[in-house]
């Protein structure tokens, strides 16, 4: 049974980046693609960005170039950096795997997601 | 983007009712649409996807129809783990989410 488990730290400083993971078990990371969404009492729902298992990758016009998606295969995992976070980056950040061959569909497993604050 | 909205934002009802929830679409879209039910501190969970499939192993009291703009999940007879916030996601351009509707026990 595919389970996916995101990982990273909790708390974040203003103006730093977020750095989070998701490991991949039960299942292969290939032929697939990924994505990251968030959840935050202000705005809901959010997809972040996603990527294929070769790299490549697709983000919210909304984030601008702040998102950074990345893969690593060989560990089963992939991974979201968030640069030059604010308050309004505060959320439960969750990972996820797309239906079928493409990153336009839905999402059909999620993480459990992790609460990321950020705080000086 | 494809801005979505739903309605109502909060829905009272009892058990055996038969329930419906509305997503309407800022433009005309494909039939690329997904429907969840969130519990809370859970995922979300997809019950319908291309707006009228249903996920293997979701009931079949939930069902999902539409076209163009105006989307619907329908539950046909609301039983009590139902009780939830339901949000749509359509996937015709970028991916964005309904803002949610909760079902709240009358």
């Known amino acids: 049974q595919l389970q996916l488990q995101e990982s990273g730290p909790g708390l974040v400083k203003p103006s730093e980046a977020l750095s989070l993971t998701c490991t991949v078990s039960g299942g292969s990371i290939s032929s697939d693609y990924w994505g990251w969404i968030r959840q935050s009492p202000g705005k809901g729902l959010e997809w972040i960005g996603s990527?294929?298992?070769?790299?490549?990758?697709y983000h919210n016009p909304s984030l601008k170039s702040r998102v950074t998606v990345f893969v690593d295969a060989s560990k089963k995992s992939f991974s979201l950096k968030l640069s030059s976070v604010t308050a309004a980056d505060s959320a439960v950040y969750y990972c996820a795997r797309h239906r079928g061959n493409s990153w336009y569909t839905d999402f059909q497993h999620w993480g459990q997601g992790t609460l990321v604050t950020v705080s000086a | 983007d494809i801005q979505m909205t739903q309605s109502p934002s909060t829905l009272s009802a009892s058990v055996g009712d038969r329930v419906t929830i509305t997503c309407r679409a800022s433009q005309s879209m494909r039939s690329w649409l997904a429907w969840y039910q969130q519990k809370p501190g859970k995922a979300p969970k997809v019950l319908i996807y291309d707006a009228s499939n249903l996920e293997s192993g979701v009931p079949s009291r939930f069902s999902g129809s539409g076209s163009g703009t105006e989307f619907t999940l329908t539950i046909s007879s609301l039983q009590p783990e139902d009780f939830a916030t339901y949000y749509c996601q359509q996937y015709d351009s970028y991916l964005t989410f309904g803002q949610g509707t909760k079902v709240e026990i009358k």
């Open positions: 990527i294929y298992y070769i790299g490549s990758s």
